[in-house]
């Protein structure tokens, strides 16, 4: 147990479980770097992770098949300068829990080679410079509130160049505000499905793409662009 700000930090290394209790962490570039594969952050009260570069760096060349899991009742904010949660080939799980990310210059959500799935309730805001959030094989979006902006150009909002975006049962708000941004949400595929309300804005690009296919079923959707929406 590490003793930070007015939190603390445990790590259990039977369960590769990282608990962060009302932990403040404004040192470390980055500011956590785990290299043993998969990790579990457990949340519990208010945290809040400052960083110049990474806020979250899983560092392996063997992660494939391994995850970042985000679970507990509590919350984190983060800010980095760097992407501020990176998980290079591994899935990032955000279940249940608050997340507000932000990064100045980089990726706020960054899973290369992996999917990022947010379920169960999950809060999750992400403001960025570039890509709000990247799962290169997938995004999924189940029963939770999901709030996205870039503001850099040639960058989207959601990115899945070899997966599908799906959001089902959720509120989505996506937004580019960039004049040369990319599409503001970019899948291979996206579905959008049972009761999910989503809202995506670009200033002159498309709101949504896809190269395959577009669906929305039983839902609500807003597509916000001078040029096509979707």
């Known amino acids: 147990t ?3 700000g007015n939190g603390t930090a445990t790590y259990d290394s039977a369960t590769n479980t990282l608990t962060l209790n009302n932990a403040t962490i404004n040192n470390g570039n980055p500011a956590i770097r785990y ?3 998969s990790l ?10 400052t960083s110049a570069d990474r806020a979250i760096y899983m560092m392996s060349s063997e992660n494939a098949g391994k995850t970042l899991r985000f679970e507990g009742d509590g919350s984190l904010t983060a800010n980095a300068g760097g992407d501020a949660i990176q998980a290079d080939n591994m899935d990032i799980v955000i279940d249940g829990c ?7 210059s980089f990726s706020g959500i960054n899973s290369w080679g ?10 999750v805001i992400v403001n960025s410079g570039s890509s709000a959030i990247i799962g290169e094989n997938g995004i999924a979006i189940a029963g939770s509130t999901v709030d996205a902006a870039v503001s850099s150009g040639e960058k ?8 599908e975006v799906t959001i089902k049962n959720s509120i989505v708000n996506a937004k580019a505000t960039a004049e040369n941004a990319y599409p503001t949400i970019w899948g291979l595929g996206i579905k959008i499905s049972d009761d999910s309300n989503v809202t995506a804005v670009s200033p002159n690009t498309n709101a949504l793409f896809s190269p395959n296919g577009i669906t929305v079923s039983n839902s609500t959707l807003e597509a916000k662009s001078t040029a096509w929406a979707v």
């Not at 579990?40 to 992770?49: C, E, H, R, S, V």
């Not at 992996?114 to 809060?123: L, P, R, Y």
């Not at 989207?156 to 997966?163: D, E, Q, T």
């Open 35 to 37: 290299t043993s594969g």
């Open 2 to 4: 590490i003793v930070c």
């Open 156 to 163: 989207n909002a959601f990115y899945a160049s070899n997966g």
């Open 40 to 49: 579990t952050i457990k949340l519990q009260g208010n945290n809040k992770i």
């Open 98 to 104: 608050n997340l507000k990310i932000s990064s100045s």
């Open 114 to 123: 992996g999917m990022v799935t947010v379920q169960n309730g999950a809060d």
